[in-house]
């Protein structure tokens, strides 16, 4: 979904924005008032955190798309992601335990009482370089099982232009038998028109998430026509043979990382819904359990670095997602178009916290 609510955090008055932008996402969500909140708590305990004890940071709030299932139709979940470079948690353990409190002991306070609420909670700090804190809030207390995708695991940031309503990205996954598909949208510019064409890209994804990836992309193509275009990447896992096709057309970037190896996917030029190419090429790829895909649109710098820590790529996909876009800029170089990252990834689980409530 393409509203974004972006908020910096660098004075008290921050604080209070985040809790707005928080019950605001809520209502878009269909949240009802004990879970809207829950988010509006989880909110401001990561904005005093950033304020507190990493000298100023930023959260970013997306709305997550649950996409429908046999049991009734989709619905929507409150991602918060709290990001900054500050010094970091000397003792992350500690710091996640409730009740934990002592502000002297540098970031953590609360984040025990945002463990336990959050219908899923993940957070990747280290030393001198900063953390990042990702909460979801869904509807029902128990995280969903959707963005898992049987033994894989889904998720990403979405962040806008100069803090703007909406971004023109947007990403989704679906699911069709043995074919789970993840696909990110840039649409042309910025803005509602562009976030219109995105958006439009991701109802025709749950239309066509049976088809082979150049099959989704023709099927977009027509779906955008009224729009002004975007440039589309689909990649689809097949988790019976464990192969990997991709397909891009437009300025969209991929990598893969095998091993201790990172592998770029080429895009093919074109516009999805203004000037589609003749023929789209797929890339297949063997994926195995220490596989780990990243999309992007054009506005994380083409020459990112990927991580390598191999502790980062255990977490939950959206801190992976988060960590790469912070790490690509900086306050000295801000984002320079809205900039989307999506990441899909085998289900190592050992760093992130799911919990009832």
């Not at 959260?59 to 929507?76: F, K, Q």
């Not at 970091?88 to 025990?112: F, K, Q």
């Not at 023929?279 to 649109?297: G, I, N, T």
Request: hydrophobic fraction near 40%.
């Amino acid at each position: 979904m393409s509203r974004v609510w972006e908020t910096p955090v660098h004075d008290s008055t921050r604080v209070r924005d985040v809790r707005v932008a928080a019950e605001a996402a809520s209502a878009r969500a269909r949240l009802d008032p004990h879970r809207t909140a829950i988010a509006a708590l989880v909110a401001t305990q990561l904005a005093t955190n950033l304020l507190k004890h990493a000298g100023g940071g930023s959260v970013l709030i997306n709305l997550l798309e649950r996409p429908p299932t046999d049991a009734g139709s989709g619905s929507a979940a409150v991602q918060l992601v709290s990001v900054d470079h500050g010094p970091g948690i000397p003792d992350v353990a500690a710091a996640l335990r409730d009740g934990y409190t002592t502000a002297a002991a540098s970031l953590g306070a609360g984040l025990g009482t945002c463990v336990r609420i959050s219908s899923a909670f993940d957070l990747y700090s280290v030393r001198g370089r900063g953390t990042v804190v990702m909460a979801r809030i869904d509807q029902e207390p128990v995280t969903h099982r959707a963005e898992t995708g049987h033994h894989h695991r889904l998720g990403g940031i979405n962040a806008p232009l100069a803090q703007a309503a909406h971004s023109g990205d947007s990403f989704a996954w679906v699911r069709s038998g043995p074919r789970l598909t993840l696909m990110l949208a840039d649409g042309l510019g910025h803005g509602a028109k562009a976030a219109t064409a995105s958006d439009a890209a991701v109802d025709e994804l749950h239309r066509s998430a049976h088809l082979p990836p150049e099959q989704i992309l023709r099927h977009l193509d027509g779906a955008l026509r009224t729009t002004r275009g975007a440039a589309v990447a689909v990649a689809q896992l097949d988790t019976d043979t464990h192969r990997l096709g991709f397909a891009g057309v437009g300025n969209v970037g991929a990598r893969i990382r095998t091993g201790d190896s990172w592998q770029p996917l080429v895009s093919h030029p074109g516009i999805v819904g203004a000037h589609f190419p003749a023929r789209v090429p797929v890339q297949h790829l063997a994926w195995s359990r220490d596989s780990l895909l990243v999309l992007h649109s054009d506005g994380l710098p083409s020459r990112w670095t990927p991580p390598e820590d191999t502790d980062l790529l255990g977490h939950d996909p959206a801190v992976v997602a988060a960590t790469i876009l912070r790490d690509a800029g900086s306050a000295a170089r801000p984002l320079r178009d809205d900039t989307s990252v999506a990441v899909l990834a085998p289900d190592r689980r050992a760093g992130a916290h799911d919990r009832r409530t």
